[in-house]
């Protein structure tokens, strides 16, 4: 079992940044972040795959969010720019994915979950 858990969330102005952490217990070779607004589905925004040195991203994200992972430290990072009221949601870092390369980002293929950190954005 993994364990997972994230920080770094917060409350920011339209077209502010955040970087959000997730610190792992241990690392697998696909790890990711998703989210979930109220109302909304889980979303599958970005994805690594370590050893093949692939990333994968949302179309709502590609070009403003970057996924990174720091192996010394067994942390995953989302830095987050330009951000957008309609990035608000909860934010969740997942591990022991597939990354299979035509649907990286699916959630049911994580078998480990954080809790989750909060980030919301004003306009």
């Known amino acids: 079992q993994v364990r997972l858990v994230e920080s770094g969330g917060g409350s920011v102005k339209a077209g502010g940044s955040l970087r959000l952490s997730c610190a792992a217990s241990?690392?697998?070779?696909?790890m990711g972040w998703f989210r979930q607004a109220p109302g909304k589905e889980r979303e599958g925004i970005a994805a690594?795959?370590?050893?093949?040195?692939?990333?994968y991203y949302a179309d709502s994200v590609k070009g403003r969010f970057t996924i990174s992972l720091d192996n010394g430290k067994s942390t995953l990072f989302l830095q987050m720019n330009s951000l957008k009221p309609e990035d608000t949601a909860m934010y969740y870092c997942?591990?022991?994915?597939?990354?299979?390369?035509?649907?990286?980002?699916?959630?049911?293929?994580?078998?480990?979950w954080g809790q989750g950190t909060q980030v919301t954005v004003s306009s």
């Open positions: 241990g690392v697998t070779d696909c």
């Open positions: 690594m795959h370590r050893s093949m040195g692939r990333t």
């Open positions: 997942a591990a022991g994915g597939m990354c299979y390369p035509s649907r990286p980002l699916v959630g049911a293929d994580f078998r480990h």
